[in-house]
């Protein structure tokens, strides 16, 4: 059953629909949320915050294929909300913390990656991380983000010449 066949039920007071959406959605918001904060403390909580929000907003989603991108959008903005009001982390905690991160898992060299994406800009950063770790299309991502699809796919070209500079400059 498709997302928006989901939210249509969702809408009709299906319960089942609503543990089923949370159920496929849950892990990815949660390891973005991870990503976003920089660390694992209330990634949980936002992410949970995240589907209220999608439930509350609910009546205005309109269908199309676009849920993934309207999901991200929300965890997204949550999270650059908690980020103004996050307390500066002390330096020596850092290296604990990008430990920590949770995004990328599934590649041979997770700190070769890590150092790599830390270098980039925060816009093509997230490009990539919402591109190669969730997946997402070009136009979900300039949707998640709030930008134009071309804008989506520079940040995503330009991140990978700056991670293959960073490559070849690491060595």
């Given amino acids: 059953m498709s997302d928006d066949e989901l939210v249509k039920r969702i809408r009709q007071g299906d319960e089942a629909a609503a543990e089923e959406l949370i159920r496929r959605w849950y892990p990815s918001v949660l ?3 991870r990503w976003r904060l920089g ?11 995240t589907f209220l929000r999608l439930f509350r907003a609910m009546p205005g989603y309109r269908s199309g294929g676009r849920f993934k991108a ?11 909300d908690e980020l103004q009001r996050a307390v500066p ?5 850092g290296e604990r913390l990008a430990d920590e991160r949770d995004g990328l898992r599934q590649t041979e060299d997770r700190d070769e990656i890590r150092r790599l ?11 990539v991380v919402l591109r190669f770790g969730e997946g997402m299309t070009y136009r979900d991502i300039a949707r998640a983000t709030g930008c134009d699809m071309r804008t989506a796919q520079s940040r995503v070209r330009y991140a990978l010449k700056n991670m293959r500079k960073g490559i070849s400059h690491g060595k």
């Fill in 70 to 80: 309207y999901l991200f959008a929300i965890a997204g903005r949550l999270c650059i």
């Fill in 89 to 93: 982390v002390p330096l020596e905690e």
């Fill in 39 to 49: 660390r694992g403390d209330g990634a949980e909580d936002l992410t949970q915050e």
């Fill in 117 to 127: 994406l830390d270098a980039l800009p925060p816009e093509q950063r997230e490009a």
């Fill in 31 to 33: 390891r973005y949320c």
